[in-house]
């Protein structure tokens, strides 16, 4: 089967556009995540959702970035007004299942934005 | 806040030496441990889970053990290639910070033939 899905692999803005980020988790997973991985920074956790909601933005670091998903599938991420420290590679994940504390986490293979 | 580190931060070694990769995290509450390798440009591939409730996975040449009293988990290599070069992260997910991971800073692997 299909892994985890990004688009688009790279992505070029000038500063103040908007961009978005477009996952397809594994079928029948669940859960989804986005994360992000800076230059030096790690890889850092942005938003978590359990089907269409999100039960966790605390990664989000500002108010310029949103996501959502539909249909208990593809999500979009969205960032507003984008600043050179976007920059990034932004990486999405999904898993089974939200209840046990054994779903493991599988990763897209990100989609790296350049802002200049 | 849960701190993952990873020593070293990078490694070079001949093809065929065994090595071991450390993590450590500082909140011994965690769900799992999870070992993930990355390539340059690439997304992560996860190569190992550990339960909380576990000691040890063993995939192929991988072995990860975890003691979570002291907040450690290795990543042992036995007789390594040059197809092991990569960077190898870990990540833990914490009891009381939903179903995030926190990832190390990796340590990056050369594996010279």
């Known amino acids: 089967g299909a892994g985890v899905s990004q688009s688009p692999s790279n992505k070029v803005t000038e500063k103040g556009k908007d961009v978005e980020l477009r996952c397809d988790p594994i079928?029948?997973?669940?859960?989804l995540y986005w994360y992000r991985q800076s230059l030096g920074q790690g890889l850092e956790f942005l938003i978590y959702?359990?089907?269409?909601?999100?039960?966790?933005k605390s990664g989000l670091p500002s108010d310029r970035f949103s996501a959502e998903r539909t249909g208990g599938s593809v999500s979009t991420l969205t960032i507003q007004r984008t600043q050179q420290e976007d920059s990034a590679v932004y990486l999405c994940?999904?898993?089974?299942?939200?209840?046990?504390?054994?779903?493991?986490?599988?990763f897209g293979p990100g989609t790296r934005l350049t802002v200049l | 806040k849960q701190e993952v580190t990873q020593i070293p931060a990078a490694l070079s070694v001949p093809e065929g030496e065994n090595l071991v990769l450390n993590c450590s995290f500082t909140?011994?509450?965690?769900?799992?441990l999870q070992w993930f390798r990355q390539d340059p440009g690439k997304g992560l591939t996860s190569l190992l889970l550990?339960?909380?409730?576990?000691r040890e996975q063993t995939s192929g040449r991988l072995n990860a053990s975890l003691d979570k009293s002291s907040g450690r988990s290795t990543l042992y290599i036995a007789a390594s290639q040059p197809g092991d070069s990569a960077t190898y992260l870990c990540?833990?997910?914490?009891?009381?910070?939903?179903?995030?991971?926190?990832f190390g800073k990796g340590t990056s692997l050369l594996v010279t033939p």
């Open positions: 994940a999904s898993s089974l299942s939200r209840g046990s504390s054994y779903n493991e986490q599988f």
């Open positions: 079928s029948g997973h669940t859960a």
């Open positions: 959702f359990q089907g269409n909601s999100a039960p966790d």
């Open positions: 909140d011994s509450a965690i769900y799992n």
């Open positions: 550990i339960q909380s409730s576990q």
């Open positions: 990540a833990v997910r914490v009891s009381n910070s939903g179903y995030a991971l926190n």
